[in-house]
C-alpha cells in the first residue's frame, strides 16, 4: 500500500510538472495581437514582405504580408521546414506548384492556397495586377534551428539568391 501511494505521490508530481512546463510554453510568449501598422518590411528584387509575427514570437508560426508587383515573382523555391497558408486579399495571379512537372493555378481574392512542406512553389503577379496576400508559416516541429527569427532566414535568402541585405531591410 505504501508503494501504491508513493508511486501515485510520484504520478501526481510529474502531471505537476507537465502542467506547469506546458504553461511555460505558453507564457514564451505573451503577446496575443499584432499590428499591421509600422510593419518591418523586406524589399527583395522580386516582392515584398512585411513582417507582421516573427517566428520567434511563437513557437510553431510566423506571419507576414506579400506584395507582388504586376509580372513579378520570386524564384521557384522550397521550404523543408515548413507548410504555407496564404489568404489572397488583392489582386490576381498564377501559383506555380512543383519543378519538373509544374501545375499552374490561379489565384484571385478571398483563395487560401496551401504549399506542403518541401514543395517547390511561386507566385507571378497578373500583368497590371498588384498581387497582395496573407501568408502564415506552420513550422509543427521541424523548424530549422539555423533561423530562428525572420531576420536570420533574411539573411540566408539573400546570400543564396545574391542579394544584397542591407539594401533589402526596411525598418519602419
Known amino acids: ?15 505537476i510538472i507537465g502542467v506547469c512546463n506546458a504553461q511555460n510554453l505558453v507564457k514564451k510568449t505573451d503577446k496575443y495581437v499584432f499590428s499591421t501598422e509600422n510593419l518591418t518590411q523586406y524589399k527583395f528584387p522580386t516582392h ?12 510553431f508560426s510566423e506571419v507576414f504580408i506579400v506584395v507582388i508587383e504586376p509580372e513579378k515573382a520570386p524564384p521557384l523555391h522550397k521550404h523543408d521546414d515548413t507548410e504555407q497558408i496564404f489568404y489572397v486579399t488583392e489582386g490576381s495571379g498564377i501559383l506555380t506548384i512543383g519543378k519538373e512537372a509544374p501545375q499552374l493555378m490561379k489565384v484571385k481574392p478571398g483563395d487560401v492556397v496551401r504549399v ?6 511561386s507566385i507571378k503577379a497578373d500583368q497590371g495586377d498588384t498581387l497582395k ?4 508559416d506552420c513550422f509543427g ?7 530562428p527569427t525572420w531576420d536570420s532566414h533574411v539573411r540566408i535568402l539573400c546570400k543564396e539568391q545574391g542579394w544584397d541585405y542591407e539594401s533589402v531591410v526596411i525598418k519602419k
Open 1 to 15: 500500500m505504501k508503494y501504491q501511494i508513493n508511486g501515485i505521490i510520484v504520478m501526481v508530481f510529474m502531471m
Open 48 to 59: 515584398i514582405n512585411d513582417i507582421v509575427m516573427d517566428r520567434s514570437e511563437a513557437r
Open 116 to 121: 506542403p512542406v518541401g514543395a517547390w512553389h
Open 133 to 136: 496576400y496573407l501568408a502564415i
Open 141 to 147: 516541429g521541424i523548424r530549422n534551428q539555423d533561423e
